[in-house]
Structures are given as C-alpha cells and as structure tokens.
C-alpha cells in the first residue's frame, strides 16, 4: 500500500475558521483517507503545529505559523520518518507557509521579484535556505491543494478536498483532447509545444484575434494549456502586446469547465495564492477559478515567469514535460517531479532565468491523483510525440511493468545525482560583463526593442562532485562556461503596470558565447 502524508497547520485553521469550520475540514479529510484506502493508499494526518504529531516523526513542533525556517525542518522530519509517496501541503500560505527564495534576477525596475514564493524546497532533502541554488536536486512528490488565503468560509475548502477524495480516471484519449490558448507573439513556441506534448497543435487558440468568451465545447475539455500574458494580484490572463486584451477569464468560462480539468499556465503569477483583499485585486486568481469548477490540478508560476519566443527553455519546457508525463498516466506530482529533474538535466547549467523557473512553478492539487488511467495510458498516446528532453532510466514497457516504489527510488536517485553534478549561476556584483559580451547583449537587447538595459553578472559555481567531469570535458574542448551576464529591461519602454520584459542571457566559453533571449509571460 502507498503512503500519502497531509501536512497543515492546526493553529492556523483554528484562527481562519473557526472549531466548526475545522470540524467540517478534518471530515472531509477522513473522506478522503477512506477513498484512498479503497485506493490502495493509506493516508495520514499531521498537524505540524502538534508537539504529539511531530514529536511522533521525530521532529519539532512549528511555534511560529508563518516561519518558514520550522515548516521546512518540521516537513522534512514528517519525509524522513514516513518517507511517504505523496506529500500533500493542506492549506494556502497563511496556513503553510511558501519558502521565499532570492529572485537571481532581482533588480528593481525590471523584474521586481525580489523573492519567488516557491514550494521547491519542501520537495528536496537539502535543508532550510533562501537560495534555489541549494534545491537542485529534488526527490520528492509534492502538492498543495490550497484553500483561499484570508478567507474565513470553509465551504470551499472542504468541497475541494472532497473533489480530490473522489477523482475518476480517465483514458488517455480524454486528456489528449486539449483546449489551448495563447498570446499570439507566442504561437510558434505554443505550437511546438503541444505538438510535442499532444502530438498536434490543431487545438490552438490565439489572442488577440479570439476569445475571451469560448466555445462551452472547447472549455469542456479536460486538458487545458495557456501561455498567455499575466499580472500580480489579477485573476484574468493577456492576449498580445502592447494592448494585452483579456485572453481568458475563467469566471466567465466557469459553467463549461468539467470535474478533471488539468490546467499548465506559463503565464506571469499564474498560480499566485494571494489574499483576494490585497492590492488592486478583489477575487481570487484564475487558479481558484479552477479549483471551485472541480479542477484536479492547476500547475502555474507564483510570480514574475519567463519562456523563449521559440525552443526549450524556461515556463515553456517545464510546462509541456508537466502535460507529457500527464498523458503518460503519471500522477500530477509525478509529473511535477519529472519535470522540475528535466529542466535540471537538460541545461549545461542552471542560468538565472533556469533557477527561477524552477522556485516559481508549482502544483495546485492533490498530488496523488492519476488522471489519466495508467493501464490504458499507451492506446491512444500518438507516437509523434517527442517526449521531454531526458535521458530517461526506463523504457515505456518497463515502466509500465515496474512498480511505484522502484519508479520513486529510480527518482530519488536521479535527483541526487543531479545535486551531486549540476552547475548553477550565483550572483556577484564584483564584475561587468567583458566589452564584446556587453555588445552582444545590447545587441541583442537593442533586436528585442529593450530600453535601458541592466546589465548582470553570475559567477558559476560547480560542485564538489563535477570535479572528474571538468577533466573531461578539457580533453573534450567541452569547458563550461565560467560565467553567465544577463541584460534585463523592459520591451519597448512601456512602464505602465502590465509590461513586458526581456532578459538576454549569454555563456561564453571557448568557442564563442551562446544568446538566447527570454520574454516575461
């Protein structure tokens, strides 16, 4: 039987909702530890804030709600005692706290993320730290099924849960019938990645030109990709600049959305859980929308997010490796795991933009629920599909014929071979990019229309384990690059609240330096 471990703060519900409130939550809870029974899933409980549940674990008690520091020792004491197959964080951020880690591209003006509120390191074994370079190496199956932070009515936390306790599988074929939109200076990279993903892009809505009012057909279908504009604190994603028309609003798609949507946004703060109150914002984000109508799963960024016009990179690569394992019959944690060790595995190193991407996506859901069913995952998986770029450890078959304990240590071990060898980007004020990258960062910044660009530089750190490696790849002429410079600033000079940016990034090596350019969603 696999084990699914609930973590949630005790106090923290108490103070939002009340006994009677709470009442109503641990029933539904107790709901659904019987459905998962049925399921072969045992599930358990803990109070993180409870001397007896974590003294039970072995670890400490959370004193303080809102400090990240006890969370993450006292969730890693639940892991390490239970060693769970799911993890589930049971509450929005005012309930278990986010892991703020430094934004690698902070700089004010441009990207004013100073921190990316992430849930990265509660899927890692590496302990409490405000640096993403530290959570290069998950291991672990992690989602949050978030209630709606600031809000004091249960009702809408206990029917999600209820909806997690009762979730239906579905073929392959259901999932691969996919609603798409996206922004339309985005097309090409959206098209890419569907036909990757979905084996077609035939689907594909663009915005400006469509939308927001869709086809109840279209909406009814239970994937759904968007890579779109977005904003903080807004519950509406954007067609195209400079205009940024409304592309997709959920509140008004709502009576169309079907119980088992999954939902990938590459859109900026997609998946923000901000308090409805704060800001200019008065509901809650497009996610919640989502969650109300019976989504099982919403995967999106909680803050600033940033993918390439064209290729692999960034949202647009962790997104489509989400949908593919999906469709695979992967659960929707799973599928966040592989997802985050294939944006890892796939880049020579960790650049800034990299690193942000993996603190900033996570999962809105339960992380336990397989949409799609496994045994008949492969009838109707076209086999056009690329795949994610992997070296994956299994074949299809074998995959199929091996259990979930060998997949999860076949993941543990992948995650800590990526710590042990992965390369990242750390900043360093010390030094200027040299005079001919600095040219072909304004170069490239001035083809993108970027005024005043920032110019950043990263020294890159290699761990202690790529020593053998470096050797190699001196006799290879395969030198990694020693240094990452960034150029941030904003497409265009637009400076209103909703604007564009984009950060070209350049590795120079021996035989010359890469560019690439990343746009914000």
Not at 379 to 403: C, K, M, S, T, Y
């Amino acid at each position: 039987m696999s084990l699914k471990a609930i973590v949630t703060n005790r106090a923290a519900l108490d103070v939002k909702y009340g006994p009677e409130g709470v009442a109503q939550i641990l029933a539904a809870v107790d709901a659904m530890a019987q459905k998962d029974a049925a399921r072969g899933v045992e599930t358990r409980l803990l109070a993180l804030d409870s001397p007896a549940d974590m003294e039970s674990v072995g670890g400490e008690a959370v004193v303080d709600t809102q400090d990240s520091r006890q969370t993450k020792n006292a969730v890693d004491a639940v892991w390490s005692h239970l060693t769970p197959d799911y993890l589930l964080l049971l509450g929005s951020p005012d309930v278990v706290p986010h892991q703020d880690l430094e934004n690698p591209l902070y700089s004010p003006g441009r990207d004013d993320d100073e921190l990316a509120p992430s849930d990265l390191p509660y899927a890692c074994d590496a302990p409490y730290s405000v640096r993403v370079q530290d959570f290069t190496g998950p291991t672990r199956v992690v989602g949050r099924l978030p209630d709606r932070n600031g809000s004091n009515e249960p009702a809408h936390f206990v029917e999600r849960i209820l909806t997690a306790a009762n979730h239906r599988q579905s073929p392959a074929a259901t999932y691969l019938d996919y609603f798409a939109v996206c922004a339309r200076e985005w097309q090409l990279v959206t098209t890419q990645s569907l036909e990757n993903t979905f084996g077609s892009a035939r689907n594909l809505r663009t915005s400006p030109e469509e939308g927001p009012v869709w086809p109840p057909d279209e909406l009814a279908r239970l994937s759904h990709y968007i890579n779109c504009h977005g904003d903080t604190h807004d519950w509406h994603f954007y067609g195209n600049r400079p205009a940024f028309p409304v592309a997709h609003d959920a509140a008004l798609a709502a009576e169309s959305l079907r119980e088992g949507t999954v939902v990938a946004a590459e859109c900026c703060y997609g998946a923000e859980l901000y308090a409805p109150g704060d800001g200019a914002g008065a509901r809650p984000g497009i996610w919640d929308a989502y969650l109300t109508n019976k989504a099982y799963g919403f995967f999106g960024s909680s803050c600033l997010a940033y993918g390439p016009a064209i290729g692999v990179a960034g949202a647009s690569q962790i997104c489509r490796s989400f949908f593919f394992y999906i469709v695979e019959g992967a659960s929707l944690g799973r599928a966040v795991l592989q997802a985050r060790q294939d944006l890892i595995a796939a880049a020579p190193i960790l650049d800034p933009i990299d690193l942000k991407t993996l603190a900033q996506f996570h999962l809105l859901g339960d992380p336990s629920i397989h949409p799609v069913d496994a045994g008949r995952a492969d009838e109707a998986v076209p086999a056009v599909r690329a795949g994610p770029l992997r070296l994956r450890p299994l074949d299809a078959a074998r995959r199929a014929a091996a259990g979930r304990s060998f997949r999860r240590q076949n993941l543990e071990r992948m995650g800590a071979a990526l710590a042990a060898v992965t390369s990242v980007a750390a900043r360093t004020a010390a030094k200027k990019p040299p005079p001919r990258v600095r040219e072909l960062l304004a170069q490239a910044a001035r083809a993108a229309r970027v005024t005043e660009p920032r110019f950043l530089t990263f020294r890159v750190d290699r761990p202690r384990a790529a020593g053998a490696m470096r050797t190699a790849r001196r006799r290879s002429r395969a030198e990694p690059p020693r240094q990452v410079h960034v150029a941030i600033g904003v497409r265009g000079g637009k400076r209103s609240r909703r604007r564009q940016l984009v950060a070209v990034v350049a590795l120079p090596d021996r035989d010359g330096v890469i560019v690439r350019r990343m746009f914000s969603r």
